[in-house]
C-alpha cells in the first residue's frame, strides 16, 4: 500500500494564567499591604504583632514550542505488542521532533503549572481535522482524528483487543478525557500530565533526586483512517496556559 502522510503545524498560542496568578497574591484574600488591626496599649507589659506575609511571583520565564511539524501515516493502524498483548497500543502513525528538543522548561525561580484551555483545529490548504474522541468516529467518517499532546512519561493510550484478522483493528483507543477535543475549555481544562496535572518545579530545585522535574518532554498522539490525500496539510492550535497555582486547588 502507497505510503500517505500528512504534514502538519502545531502552533501553540501562549496564555498567562490572570486569574492564577491573582489568586496567588492574595492575603487575606487579596494580598494588598495593609494594616488590619491596631491596639492602644494603656499600660507596661508585652504585646504581640500578627504579620502575614504572601509571597509574589510577578517575573516568569518559561520556554514552550511555538511551531512544530509532525507527520501522520494514515495507512497505519495500532499494532499489538508480540506475544498476543493487544491492549497496548504504539504510537504508529506519527512521526515527530524528538522530545529532548520538544519540551517545556520552567526556568523560573517558582514552580508553575502548564495545561491546555483551548484547542483550535484548521484546514490548511487541504481539509479540516474534526478532532474527537472515539476511534470508532475515525473509522468511520472522513477527517476525523485523535489527536493528543502528552508528557512523554504518561502511559501511551491503550488499544481494545483485537487479533489482526477476523478483527483487524480495535474498537477503541484510549480514554475519551485522553484525547483533546474543542470542548476543551478554562472551565474544562487539558491535563498533559495526570499526576502533577503539568507541574514543573522551580529551575533551581531541579537538582539531585529531582533533576529534570522543570522540564515536561512532549509526545504527539494521532489517529487518522479516512478521507485525506497524501500531502494535506492541517493546523492544530492548543492555547498552553501557565500559571503560579495548583488548577485543581
Known amino acids: 500500500m502507497r505510503k500517505t502522510k500528512k504534514m502538519a503545524a502545531l502552533a501553540l498560542t501562549i496564555a498567562m494564567a490572570a486569574g492564577g496568578m491573582t489568586s496567588a ?4 484574600a487579596t ?8 491596639k492602644d496599649v ?6 504581640s504583632m500578627l504579620l502575614t506575609g504572601t509571597i509574589k511571583v510577578t517575573t516568569l520565564s518559561v520556554t514552550i514550542p511555538t511551531t512544530v511539524s509532525f507527520n501522520v501515516d494514515m495507512t497505519k493502524i495500532p ?3 508480540a506475544g498476543g498483548d493487544a491492549t497496548k497500543t504504539v504510537n504508529v502513525q506519527v512521526e515527530q521532533p524528538d522530545d529532548t528538543i520538544y519540551k517545556i522548561t520552567n526556568n523560573s525561580a517558582s514552580s508553575v503549572w502548564v495545561y491546555v484551555t483551548g484547542v483550535t483545529p484548521e484546514a490548511n ?3 479540516l481535522p474534526v478532532l474527537t474522541n472515539t476511534y470508532a468516529d475515525v473509522k468511520t467518517k472522513d477527517n476525523n482524528m485523535l489527536f493528543a499532546i502528552k508528557d512523554s512519561a504518561e502511559n501511551s493510550p491503550k488499544a481494545g483487543a483485537y487479533d489482526g484478522t477476523t478483527k483487524p483493528e480495535p474498537d477503541e483507543i484510549g480514554a475519551p478525557g485522553y484525547w483533546m477535543t474543542t470542548a476543551i475549555s478554562s472551565t474544562d481544562k487539558y491535563y498533559l500530565n495526570s499526576t502533577t496535572k503539568g507541574e514543573l ?6 537538582v539531585d533526586a529531582k533533576a529534570g522535574k522543570n522540564e515536561m518532554p512532549l509526545t504527539i498522539y494521532a489517529f487518522t483512517r479516512k478521507g485525506w490525500r497524501a500531502g494535506d496539510k492541517f493546523n492544530v492550535t492548543p492555547v498552553f496556559t501557565v500559571s503560579v497555582t495548583d488548577p485543581t486547588a
Open 201 to 206: 518545579i522551580a529551575k533551581d530545585l531541579a
Open 125 to 127: 490548504g487541504g481539509s
Open 31 to 38: 494580598g494588598e499591604t495593609s494594616v488590619e488591626a491596631s
Open 79 to 81: 499494532d499489538s505488542e
Open 25 to 28: 497574591y492574595a492575603a487575606g
Open 42 to 47: 494603656k499600660s507596661a507589659g508585652d504585646t
